[in-house]
Nanobody
Framework: QVQLVESGGGLVQAGDSLTLTCTLSGVSGRTFSRYIMGWFRQAPGKEREFVGVVSWSGGRTWYKDSLKGRLSISRDNEKNTTYLQINSLKPEDTALYFC???????????????????WGQGTQVTVSS
């Protein structure tokens, strides 16, 4: 059974950078490379929104338009881990951040929760002004 665990969240100041980590377990190291890995976030009182996604090998990424330029998603298939780096953090980035695993890459499409099968519990990021 796939399990995802996020870490790296915390309280930061506006303008800081933060790297979140998501580790997948329950599968062998080679199988991790079969998953596309996505990141979502949910702010209080708002719906969960797509942040970005990385392909199986890490060669392709796709980001929410409004976040492009501040995000970087990468992965290490040897460690069953994916990373989300957020730069120039803003108070509006405050949210619970989730990682998710899926199987199908959608080039140039809008990503949503239904594209992913397994989810972590989330890690809280709070940005103070």
């Amino acid at each position: 059974q796939v399990q995802l665990v996020e870490s790296g969240g915390g309280l930061v100041q506006a303008g800081d950078s933060l790297t979140l980590t998501c580790t997948l377990s329950g599968v062998s190291g080679r199988t991790f490379s079969r998953y596309i890995m996505g990141w979502f976030r949910q702010a209080p009182g708002k719906e969960r929104e797509f942040v970005g996604v990385v392909s199986w090998s890490g060669g392709r990424t796709w980001y929410k338009d409004s976040l492009k330029g501040r995000l970087s998603i990468s992965r290490d298939n040897e460690k069953n881990t994916t990373y989300l780096q957020i730069n120039s953090l803003k108070p509006e980035d405050t949210a619970l951040y989730f990682c998710a695993a899926g199987a199908v890459w959608k080039s140039g499409s809008i990503w949503n929760s239904g594209d992913f099968d397994s989810w972590g519990q989330g890690t809280q990021v709070t940005v103070s002004s």
